[in-house]
């Protein structure tokens, strides 16, 4: 239909998509920036104080080798770049993996409460870390605390997956029950051994369950980064290239098989994407939970459903999320350090009651 000019009027849902389009593009672009602002903040902020024009400077001549003049002590540059930038680049890596992680979890199941750690995940990389820390690496074949999370991970996985099937099917309702009531299992069981440990006079080791049950991006270092950069890219980068089929799951299976989706075999690839993705994350940082739920639905109110525009954009809210909470942890109660896992669940669990006690209608979330 022509205008009064002699051009097209664009339908109600052309607009609406155009005006998706328009936000995409401009929050985008503010979570560049932002992401960029909160890394000089992050590394500037601590016990010894950088202002920003130094960190800057610090972070240009390690990338661009002969870029500025090094008018600066050799003390703050070991501040900068190998103590606090590894911790920011970390936050920046788990606050993205549990952010696409919760985006792609609450699409599979259509369920806007979802959460990487509602299926147990957390529940069983953490058992097994608890494992390594109180009984010793012989009892788990040797491996260290991240190699065993990574594999807690995976096996509780596998658990759950085996649990929600039904007549050869994987029901949505029975991935979330029973990830609940394997979480509370091992839950139980790494509580019994952080209780055995202190019984046995092993407060130390009871001490350090307990920093990393609460999550913790204080050990971070260059050699951490490598591995989980490489699956954030990688799984991210599959799971964008899906996201046509990520967004016919919102629409319900029947259409989605309608669409030529095979449900099945595609729940059990996002499955297993995301367990990777969270297991690998979860065994360099601890458990830290709520991101992968807030995250999400932050970016759905801003620019729709569209998992094209979701993930991208969950990523990156996420990593500067993660930063700026981690920033908040050291600086609170400094020189006191929160465990970055506890603000996440005291800023979390408000969202997820609030979330809990709306009356919308089933998936209203997602479109």
């Known amino acids: 239909m022509s205008g009064p000019n002699g051009s097209v009027n664009q339908n109600p849902a052309a607009r609406i998509h155009s005006r998706a389009a328009g936000t995409f593009w401009i929050l985008l672009s503010v979570l560049l920036?932002?992401?960029?602002?909160?890394?000089?903040?992050?590394?500037?902020?601590?016990?010894?104080?950088?202002?920003?024009?130094?960190v800057t400077r610090i972070l240009i001549s390690h990338i661009l080798p002969n870029a500025v003049t090094v008018d600066w002590n050799p003390t703050d540059d070991q501040i900068v770049w190998i103590f606090r930038l590894p911790r920011v680049l970390l936050a920046i890596?788990?606050?993205?993996?549990?952010?696409?992680?919760?985006?792609?979890?609450?699409?599979?199941?259509?369920?806007?409460?979802a959460d990487p750690f509602l299926f147990g995940i957390s529940s069983g990389a953490s058992l097994a870390a608890v494992i390594v820390i109180t009984l010793g690496s012989a009892v788990v074949g040797g491996l260290s605390l991240s190699v065993a999370a990574f594999?807690?991970?995976?096996?509780?996985?596998?658990?759950?997956?085996?649990?929600?099937?039904?007549?050869?099917?994987?029901?949505?309702?029975?991935?979330?029950?029973?990830?609940?009531?394997?979480?509370?299992?091992?839950?139980s069981a790494t509580s019994f051994l952080v209780?055995?440990?202190?019984?046995k006079g092993g407060g130390n080791a009871a001490a350090v369950v307990l920093n990393w049950l609460a999550?913790?991006?204080?050990?971070?270092?260059?050699?951490?980064?490598?591995?989980?950069?490489?699956?954030?890219?990688?799984?991210?980068?599959?799971?964008?290239?899906?996201?046509?089929?990520?967004?016919?799951?919102?629409l319900?299976?029947?259409?989605?098989?309608?669409?030529?989706?095979?449900?099945?075999?595609?729940?059990?690839?996002?499955?297993?994407?995301?367990?990777?993705?969270?297991g690998t994350v979860v065994a360099i940082s601890g458990s830290i939970g709520f991101v992968g739920l807030l995250i999400p639905h932050i970016v759905r109110m801003l620019v729709g459903s569209d998992h094209r525009r979701v993930l991208p954009l969950s990523a990156l809210m996420g990593g500067v999320y993660m930063v700026l909470v981690d920033l908040v942890g050291r600086t609170i109660l400094a020189p006191v350090?929160?465990?970055?896992?506890?603000?996440?669940?005291?800023l979390g669990g408000p969202f997820f009651i609030w979330l809990m006690s709306r009356d919308r209608k089933p998936g209203a979330d997602h479109g």
Do not use: C, D, Y
């Open 252 to 278: 319900g299976e029947e259409s989605a098989i309608g669409l030529g989706i095979n449900v099945q075999q595609f729940r059990l690839q996002l499955f297993f994407i995301t367990s990777l993705l969270v």
């Open 337 to 346: 350090e929160l465990p970055v896992g506890m603000v996440t669940s005291a």
């Open 93 to 113: 890596i788990v606050g993205a993996a549990l952010a696409v992680s919760g985006t792609t979890l609450q699409a599979m199941v259509r369920n806007p409460l």
């Open 195 to 199: 209780m055995r440990a202190a019984a």
């Open 151 to 187: 594999v807690g991970a995976f096996l509780t996985t596998f658990a759950v997956f085996v649990l929600a099937q039904r007549n050869g099917r994987v029901v949505p309702m029975r991935l979330v029950l029973a990830g609940v009531a394997l979480s509370f299992v091992l839950s």
């Open 33 to 54: 920036v932002l992401l960029v602002a909160s890394v000089i903040l992050g590394v500037g902020i601590g016990a010894v104080k950088l202002p920003p024009e130094r």
């Open 215 to 250: 999550g913790s991006l204080g050990g971070a270092k260059w050699e951490h980064l490598g591995l989980p950069t490489l699956v954030l890219i990688v799984t991210t980068g599959v799971l964008i290239l899906q996201s046509r089929a990520l967004n016919t799951l919102l």
